[in-house]
């Protein structure tokens, strides 16, 4: 069974970073892309970022490219979301996710193992 867990997450002034976690168990990591998703209060989930097991492949939701930088270390267990110049249209509850493939996706379904969440406030 895998089992991640976010950490990284806190309250932060419009144009600052945070550098997200996502340590994974139970599986071997480098069978398995990964995904980067966010929840704002009264908004659906949304695709932030993804990586594929090997690191050569990463997507971005429009809205973050430039900004925000999606990597891994496999060696580790961990997953990373590097977010720069945040805007108060970040702010939002992230999850990473697994999914059973080497390539990863911005369709919240394909992925089958979610971490409990880290929030992001960003203030204006």
């Known amino acids: 069974q895998v089992q991640l867990e976010e950490s990284g997450g806190g309250l932060v002034q419009a144009g600052d970073s945070l550098k997200l976690d996502c340590t994974i168990t139970?599986?071997?990591?480098?069978?398995?892309?990964m995904g980067w998703f966010r929840k704002a209060p009264g908004k659906e989930r949304e695709f932030v970022a993804g990586?594929?097991?090997?690191?050569?492949?990463?997507s971005y939701a429009d809205s973050v490219k430039g900004r925000f930088t999606v990597s891994r270390d496999n060696a580790k267990k961990t997953a990373f979301l590097q977010m720069n110049a945040l805007k108060p249209e970040d702010t939002g509850l992230y999850y990473c996710?697994?999914?059973?493939?080497?390539?990863?996706?911005?369709?919240?379904?394909?992925?089958?193992?979610w971490g409990q969440g880290t929030q992001v406030t960003v203030s204006s």
């Open positions: 996710a697994t999914r059973s493939s080497i390539m990863s996706s911005n369709l919240a379904t394909e992925y089958a193992n």
């Open positions: 990586i594929s097991v090997f690191r050569d492949t990463t």
């Open positions: 139970g599986r071997t990591f480098h069978t398995l892309s």
